[in-house]
């Protein structure tokens, strides 16, 4: 069964802080991808990593897929009260269905 | 910019009624999913459909049904609601890839 484990569920920070969120799996996935949620809102897409090792930038936001491709970070610097919101990491099912499986999310807050 | 929305923000239905959610999209998707959103359990998976009049039960299936008779809408029915299907209801559509574009929620309250 693949399964993807999020840590923290919940991160709490003042403005200007540094945090890193992440996503772990036994399984291998062919990408993963990140989204934000924000209040009242439908989750949006961050990125998509693709290819073990990788690295993408988006501003603050740094992701990283590893290189076994089972496991992704966010790294967030300088963290602003607009990045508050829920994080979501997702993964392609094994059968390519266009199904995903998302991981139980993390919780965000920043404080001013 | 691909658009996908749904009927209500909010709703709030009694015990025993029978819910209508429904989801628009405005952008060729063959595949659209329904999903719940609780704390602590993230998205989980109701029902998935990959083309019209087509449907997959996904991980929590039980007292849901859906329909899809057009390829941009895709109902979600709760027969008979009760009282712990009080939760968040997102739809999502996405092409043949896997990356999938959600609706705003319908925040449903059964009572």
């Known amino acids: 069964t693949q399964l993807l484990e999020q840590s923290p569920q919940f991160l709490s920070i003042q403005e200007g802080e540094n945090l890193t969120v992440y996503c772990n799996s036994s399984?291998?996935?062919?990408?993963l991808q990140w989204y934000r949620q924000e209040p009242g809102e439908g989750p949006v897409l961050l990125v998509t990593?693709?290819?073990?090792?990788e690295v993408k930038k988006l501003k603050r936001l740094t992701f990283q897929f590893g290189d076994a491709r089972k496991d992704s970070s966010l790294h967030i610097t300088a963290a602003q009260p607009g990045d508050t919101g829920l994080y979501l990491c997702a993964g392609p099912f094994q059968s390519n269905t266009g199904k995903l499986i998302f991981g139980q999310g993390t919780t965000l807050q920043v404080k001013p | 910019d691909v658009k996908v929305t749904q009927s209500s923000r909010y709703l709030v239905k009694r015990t025993g009624e029978k819910v209508f959610l429904e989801c628009v999209q405005d952008m060729d998707h063959e595949n659209m999913f329904w999903y719940r959103q609780d704390p602590g359990l993230g998205l989980r998976l109701i029902y998935f459909?990959?083309?019209?009049?087509?449907?997959e039960k996904g991980d929590i299936p039980e007292g849901y049904s859906v329909s899809r008779e057009k390829k941009e809408r895709f109902s979600l029915i709760l027969e008979s609601a009760s009282t712990n299907q009080t939760s968040m209801y997102l739809c999502?559509?996405?092409?043949?890839?896997?990356?999938?574009?959600f609706g705003p929620g319908t925040r449903l309250t059964v009572l």
């Open positions: 459909s990959y083309d019209v009049k087509m449907k």
């Open positions: 399984s291998v996935f062919s990408s």
């Open positions: 990593v693709v290819t073990g090792g």
């Open positions: 999502a559509s996405s092409l043949f890839s896997d990356t999938q574009y």
